[in-house]
């Protein structure tokens, strides 16, 4: 997986996936034609997996920032397009991938030929035979494989992170060569835990640092 480029997918009896990281001033144009979709189940992963924060480091490895850090019950969102041929014809779905309340959480949206309105724009659709539940849990599946994949043939030039979801007094990240997750049963004890992971706000300095070297002065 290359910085930037595209993601493919291969499924079972379905044409290759074409995965690419979507703007967000993109998807306002398209949201009058997205129906989010009713899943069999939300796919999720336990904590012990690891997922979350190497989900993360990929996707930020691979597109840069993955969106508003919210601390309440997520920490990052990052949104694909996604596109095949069915026949001659083209197909898209949105795909968003991100954490909720310490598991990765992924969501899709069919990409309809007209605009939604009335109740028709408030409800679910079903999945659709040309992308059925079953194929959206394959992809999800693949995808966070790969990603998981990535993040471990980063471990060597990560820098430390740490994220926290203050809902479920829940902190993840990568220090010391490893990725972790740690909960914790009261708010002090988190306080505490944040404190000591970058007690000099050496870390906080160099991530400012890192984004305000993009815009230099005039």
Known sequence: MNPGAPI???????????LAPIAAAERVVLRRFCR??????SWETPGSSLAVPKTLAALEHLYGPTGEERGDVSTFVTFFAMSWRDGDRPRHHLQSIGDRKGALNVDYWRVEDEPLSGAEAGG?????????????????????EMLERHA??????????CRIVRSCLLAYGFRGGRFFEE???EQGELDAFVSAFDPDGALS???RD?????????
């Open 8 to 18: 493919c997918l291969s499924l079972d009896g379905m044409p290759p996936i074409r």
């Open 36 to 41: 989010p979709l009713r899943q069999a189940f």
């Open 124 to 144: 679910f659709g079903e999945p659709s035979p040309d992308f059925p539940a079953a194929a959206m849990d394959a992809a999800t599946t693949q995808l966070v």
């Open 152 to 161: 471990g043939a980063l471990v060597g030039t990560l820098q430390p992170f």
């Open 183 to 185: 909960a914790f049963e």
């Open 205 to 207: 300095r160099a991530g």
């Open 210 to 218: 890192a984004v305000l070297s993009h815009y230099p002065p005039p």
